[in-house]
């Protein structure tokens, strides 16, 4: 089982929709969760972190976690065509000296 | 503030070859890390650096990944020889606290190897 696991994509979504975006991890451990936007060529960016069970907002973006279940999500709200990018999913897993683990990200296409 | 400057930005070598990259983290940014991102992947960790010394480098391949930052500062990568696996795009990030709860990372240096 992999540490960090996404749904490669791609995920297409209109403009001004909602796009939900998923990740389990298998660290039961692991305390602080991340997620990274990547722009094709270009380094990823931290755009959203959560360390507790439950929502935390952002402007147009909301993260959920579920240490329970092993999985946090990214909501991205009025999705416009810049969000149109590849997005990460990163856990620190303890048991790996702390460092991140990074999912192999979504790609995620919004439509005009 | 300036971010975090890697070069050269792109490199094309063949196999068996050698190649370094360089990486000035922020100012002021203790933790230093170099990351490595195969195309369709997220990046791996490779090598982290608390000032001058080594924290973990469990996934660096040590039989031909070397890397160093001798003053606290800048760091340098260098792969030899190398192989067609290796191509890939060589991520430098740096933080400001040990936690790494926020990390910067560089534009990458691509490298290909034919």
């Known amino acids: 089982q992999k540490e960090v696991e996404q749904n490669s994509g791609p995920l297409s979504v209109p403009e001004g929709a909602i796009a939900s975006l998923n990740c389990t991890y298998s660290d039961r451990g692991s305390q602080s969760f991340f997620w990274y936007r990547q722009y094709s060529g270009k380094s990823p960016e931290l755009i959203m972190s959560i360390y507790s069970n439950g929502d935390k907002e952002d402007g147009r973006f909301t993260a959920q976690l579920n240490k329970a279940s092993q999985y946090v999500s990214l909501l991205i709200r009025d999705s416009q065509p810049s969000d149109s990018a590849t997005y990460l999913c990163a856990v620190r897993v303890e048991r790996s000296q702390g460092n991140l683990i990074f999912g192999k990200g979504t790609k995620l296409s919004v439509k005009p | 503030e300036a971010g975090v400057a890697q070069s050269p930005r792109y490199k094309i070598i063949e196999k068996r070859q050698s190649v370094a990259f360089w990486c000035n983290p922020i100012s002021g940014h203790a933790t230093l890390y170099w990351y490595q991102q195969i195309l369709g992947q997220g990046p791996k960790l490779l090598i982290q650096f608390q000032n001058n010394g080594v924290v973990d480098d469990s996934q660096l391949p040590k039989d031909r990944f070397s890397a160093e930052r001798l003053k606290g500062v800048d760091s340098t990568l260098k792969i030899q020889p190398a192989k067609l696996e290796d191509s890939a795009v060589y991520l430098c990030?740096?933080?400001?606290?040990?936690?790494?709860?926020?990390?910067?990372f560089g534009e990458g240096s691509w490298l290909t190897v034919v």
């Open positions: 990030a740096s933080s400001l606290d040990p936690s790494g709860n926020t990390i910067y």
